[in-house]
């Protein structure tokens, strides 16, 4: 499978519309972030947009919201015959509990689309992924930056097979506008 050089750039147009089309029917944007990580020989990189959250409410009398993430990212394989590099678009909400003042657990699950099917030696046989995320995080006292863990699974939730799926632990850090 050969990796088509146009990929990246209508990628990047899917996500700018998408985000545009969202962001003319939410609230503004409350936080922009990045995420990098690995795991058994693969990597991910990804800049998210999430909405300032359009719910909250309370669990265990702690406050719980949810947003949209809007996702661009890119997964690596360090070997393979085929596709070494995929781009994806994702869009997730996302259910944020502050169970401490300025820290958190987030779970989020989405809709992705990869720019191919092939990535190392790895068939994920679909170009449709669902992404599954658990994580913490914790926002810096007085200052506008949070940072995080959170542990991603990517997976077509056997639509075709074969479905290996993909993990990544990823280190995330987002900037909150006021």
């Given at each position: 499978m050969r990796n088509d050089k146009n990929t990246l750039p209508r990628t990047v147009v899917?996500?700018?519309?998408?985000?545009?089309?969202?962001?003319?029917h939410l609230v503004h944007a409350d936080e922009l972030g990045g995420l990098a990580g690995s795991l058994d020989g693969y990597h991910s990189i990804a800049f998210s947009y999430q909405t300032a959250p359009f719910w909250q409410g309370e669990l265990a009398a702690h406050p719980l919201d949810v947003s949209l993430e809007y996702s661009l990212g890119m997964v690596h394989a360090l070997s393979g015959q085929s596709n070494r590099d995929l781009s994806h678009v994702g869009v997730t909400?996302?259910?944020?509990?502050?169970?401490?003042s300025n820290t958190g657990a987030e779970l989020g699950v989405g809709a992705n689309?990869?720019?191919?099917?092939?990535?190392?030696?790895k068939n994920i046989s679909t170009a449709f992924q669902f992404g599954s995320s658990v994580g913490l995080f914790h926002r810096l006292l007085g200052t506008p930056w949070l940072l995080g863990l959170r542990l991603t699974h990517y997976s077509n939730a056997s639509i075709?097979?074969?479905?290996?799926?993909?993990?990544?632990?990823?280190?995330?850090?987002?900037?909150?506008?006021?």
């Open positions: 899917v996500f700018v519309l998408t985000t545009l089309v969202a962001a003319s909400p996302f259910a944020r509990w502050w169970f401490a689309v990869f720019s191919g099917t092939h990535l190392g030696d075709k097979q074969p479905n290996p799926g993909q993990n990544y632990v990823q280190l995330r850090a987002s900037y909150f506008f006021p």
